[in-house]
């Protein structure tokens, strides 16, 4: 599994923005079935980089290498039709080098693995719903 500096810094981000937030910062403290909306695994894992409104303009994009990609032009960029399979793959197993611009991307479905204690079922979801949420903010 390939994590960087930057997938480090967002899980202690997470933890600490959800303990901030008067949320529990263990996930332990959570009933065993939850698992969050897309909207709100949006703003806890990606809206750091790619912006509140999936623009690419997070607060943490300046500090990046490549700017992230705009989250709400991806159903534009495929020939009008939201690629439900290209992102979960991207999210599942990460961006790499060509597919999306930068490898700075953090490989999601390994995190949420170690979040839901290898329930696969889970991590699907997990992905499916976030999935969802990115395809709710597409441009119109």
């Known amino acids: 599994m390939r ?25 332990a403290q959570f009933p065993p079935s939850y698992i969050p909306s897309g909207q709100e695994m949006y703003k806890q894992f990606c809206a750091i980089c790619h912006g509140a409104d999936g623009k690419g303009d997070g607060p943490a994009a300046s500090n990046l290498k490549t700017r992230p990609s705009d989250l ?41 693995s170690i979040i839901e204690k290898s329930n696969e079922k889970a991590v699907q979801e997990r992905i499916k719903r976030l999935s969802a949420y990115l395809a709710s903010l597409q441009e119109k």
């Open 3 to 27: 994590y960087t500096l930057l997938t480090s810094f967002l899980l202690l981000f997470t933890l600490t923005a959800a303990a901030q937030d008067g949320r529990p910062a263990n996930p």
């Open 72 to 112: 709400t032009t991806l159903a534009k960029r495929h020939e009008g039709k939201f690629p439900s399979d290209y992102v979960s793959t991207i999210l599942r197993f990460g961006p790499g080098v060509s597919a999306h611009g930068s490898s700075n991307m953090p490989t999601w479905g390994p995190i949420f």
